[in-house]
């Protein structure tokens, strides 16, 4: 049996493993725990993704993991630098919850539900198939990713632990 290595991805990052490693990120509220995975390879990816688009990006020094449209295209990139087929990948997500009630129904304040429609609309430019999701509703999701066998763990107070 294999020592399983656990590499944390933090809010607005991402992170890759191979073979034996176990990617987690936790606090996946409006946020979309995005997951790619070559399965033969076994090179897995994930980014925390918290905003839907870098054009809204206001700070000087752009944090490519923050956004959606800017995070998938470097985990891709950095998943074929150590292995992984890009025409292979095969994508999991979790989150995007809307938190909390808006009265005015402002698309600006769905944020979790954007998250989710540009993951999506990412991964289709892409041609990366999204395989499973547990994505929407109102509570929070912690994640982990098994690089070994591509399976998603996601665990919350109110749903108890799902795999995908």
């Known amino acids: 049996?294999?020592?399983e290595q656990l590499i944390k991805v933090g809010?607005?990052?991402l992170n890759v493993a191979s073979v034996t490693g176990v990617l987690?990120?936790?606090g996946l509220g409006s946020c979309v725990g995005l997951t790619l995975y070559d399965p033969r390879t076994r090179v897995a990816g994930m980014v925390h993704v918290?905003?839907?688009s870098s054009e809204i990006a206001k700070e000087g020094q752009l944090n490519i993991a923050k956004y959606a449209d800017t995070a998938i295209p470097e985990l891709i990139r950095r998943m074929t630098e150590v292995g992984a087929i890009a025409n292979r990948l095969e994508a999991?997500?979790?989150g995007g919850s809307q938190m909390f009630a808006f009265s005015n129904g402002s698309d600006?304040?769905?944020i979790g539900p954007r998250n989710v429609e540009s993951c999506k609309w990412m991964l289709e430019n892409y041609s990366?198939?999204?395989l499973a999701e547990d994505t929407g509703s109102n509570y929070g999701r912690t994640i982990e990713f098994y690089s070994e066998t591509g399976k998603l763990i996601i665990r919350s107070v109110q749903q108890g632990v799902k795999e995908l």
């Open 108 to 110: 600006t304040m769905r």
């Open 24 to 26: 987690k990120t936790t």
């Open 92 to 94: 999991k997500m979790a």
């Open 1 to 3: 049996m294999m020592l």
């Open 11 to 13: 809010m607005a990052d």
């Open 50 to 52: 918290m905003l839907p």
């Open 128 to 130: 990366i198939p999204l």
